[in-house]
């Protein structure tokens, strides 16, 4: 089966750096995503790495670790309207619909 | 272009009712999912369509089914409601061509089952 482990919980100031971790066992395993939802909302994509490295969009990044099974979504210059839930995601494929959604972790941005 | 739409946005059904969602996916894209969101279970796939064909299901009652037609739009079927149903349902689309699989959601339906 497939399973994806990241934090339920994050807090940090405007302004921060805020670091969200995914580390996944999936067969077949093709990409990583990265998705946000605000409250009440719809999950809206954020980023997406196939290969390993880094990739960055604007203030945010998000890293993949084929060997180690591990990623990360890097959040900076945090801003109030950053406070959602963001949620990783593996695809077996990409001509495949389906994604595998970690179950979340809400971040709480403070003044 | 428009994004993805689901209709109708809230819903309120007693036990034992059937419901119907329906999902039209952004033009030209081909593949439709559908998830549904609890707090305790976080987004859990159901099934997802490609040319009106049913490719992925995921581990749910036969009382969740789905179609989708020829002009991609799709609908999902909930018979014999539970109150364990009571989620926000979630339908994606994907043009799955390309190198990235990137699904975009609808606003979603919000199921209250009584």
């Known amino acids: 089966g497939q399973s994806l482990e990241q934090p339920s919980e994050v807090t940090a100031v405007e302004g921060a750096i805020v670091q969200i971790n995914c580390t996944y066992q999936t067969s077949g395993f093709y990409g990583l995503s990265w998705y946000q939802q605000h409250d009440g909302g719809a999950p809206t994509f954020l980023s997406y790495?196939?290969?390993?490295g880094l990739e960055e969009t604007g203030r945010f990044s998000s890293f993949l670790s084929r060997s180690d099974s591990y990623g990360y979504l890097l959040l900076q210059e945090l801003q109030m309207k950053d406070s959602a839930s963001y949620f990783c995601a593996v695809s077996r494929g990409s001509t495949l619909g389906r994604l595998y959604f970690g179950r979340g972790t809400q971040l709480t941005v403070w003044p | 272009k428009a994004g993805v739409t689901q209709t109708p946005r809230y819903l309120i059904k007693t036990r034992g009712q059937q419901v119907t969602l329906s999902c039209s996916p952004i033009?030209?894209?081909?593949?439709v999912s559908w998830y549904q969101q609890t707090p305790g279970q976080g987004l859990q796939f159901l099934f997802e369509?490609?040319?009106?064909?049913?490719?992925n299901k995921g581990n749910f009652p036969g009382r969740f089914s789905g179609r989708q037609f020829s002009n991609s739009r799709s609908e999902m079927n909930v018979s014999t409601l539970e109150l364990g149903d009571s989620a926000l349902y979630l339908c994606?689309?994907?043009?799955?061509?390309?190198?990235?699989?990137?699904?975009?959601f609808g606003a979603g339906t919000r199921l209250s089952v009584l």
């Open positions: 369509y490609f040319s009106e064909t049913q490719r």
């Open positions: 790495n196939a290969l390993d």
């Open positions: 994606a689309s994907s043009s799955v061509a390309g190198d990235e699989n990137i699904q975009y």
């Open positions: 033009s030209g894209h081909r593949s």
